[in-house]
């Protein structure tokens, strides 16, 4: 049985998690009691980062790779398109969201204790969604194409974010300022798969807040 070791929360958890539901066979989501940073865990995983799945002997960790992984081994549609274009674009968007969105939600989240940072990193988050812009087709239903791929479970869990942390930093805003990109996440957050990953996460949030209050 496979097992995926993370909180939903993440984003990096919850990619091969929307990646296994797309194809119909949802992997079990596990925690170490010792957390991530306990031996059992870094034995597994000596990075002592999450997600981690394991597949028998296998102990795979990444977030892409494992979202590659289960997109090869699982049954059920392929979330990479079979043309060289169509997987090339599914590809860009994906390493367009890990190279320039994630630093700058990590920029925002650390401008809660360094507020001075908050520009430059709305600036920066700005420029990101621009580029997922311009390599967009702005008449694709999805990330890429007319079907949920790859792109769509990497960038659903990320714009969660932009929803969240929306009222203390204009977040909304930036994505309002990409017509297409923003119609795309109206109709991401509203269909099944992507209602569910921002319910579990917005949960996941709320437990967190709590747990820090």
Same mark, same amino acid.
């Given at each position: ?11 990096? +958890? #919850?990619?091969?998690?929307? !990646? ?6 949802? !992997?079990?989501?596990?925690?170490? /009691? ?5 031996? /059992? ?20 960790? /990444?977030? $892409? !790779? ?23 674009? +599914?590809?860009?968007? !994906? ?8 630093? $700058?939600?990590?920029?925002? @989240? ?14 920066? #988050? ?15 239903? @999805?990330?890429?194409?007319?079907? @949920? ?9 990320? @714009? ?35 209602? $569910? ?5 917005? /949960?996941?949030?709320? $437990? #967190? #807040?709590?747990?820090?209050?």
């Amino acid at each position: 049985m496979m097992i995926l070791y993370g909180g939903k929360l993440s984003p990096f +958890v #919850m990619r091969p998690l929307l !990646v296994s539901r797309a194809k119909g066979a949802e !992997v079990t989501l596990g925690t170490f /009691e010792g957390g991530i940073k306990c031996p /059992e865990y870094l034995a597994l995983c000596p990075t002592g980062k999450m997600p981690l799945l394991v597949d028998g002997d296998l102990a795979l960790p /990444e977030s $892409q !790779v494992i979202a590659d992984y289960l997109d090869l081994a699982l049954p059920g549609p392929k979330l990479i398109p079979g043309d060289i274009v169509g997987a090339t674009k +599914v590809r860009l968007l !994906v390493r367009l969201a890990d190279s320039y969105v994630v630093p $700058q939600l990590g920029g925002l @989240f650390r401008g809660r204790e360094n507020p001075a940072g908050v520009p430059d990193a709305l600036k920066g #988050m700005g420029e990101a969604l621009g580029y997922i812009e311009h390599y967009r087709n702005a008449d694709d239903a @999805f990330a890429y194409g007319n079907s @949920f791929t790859q792109a769509d479970a990497a960038l659903i869990p990320l @714009f969660f974010f932009l929803d969240a942390l929306d009222g203390p930093m204009p977040t909304k805003a930036l994505l309002a300022a990409q017509p297409g990109l923003a119609a795309w996440w109206g109709r991401a957050k509203a269909s099944a798969l992507g209602a $569910q990953a921002i319910a579990e996460q917005a /949960e996941g949030l709320k $437990q #967190m #807040m709590a747990s820090r209050a």
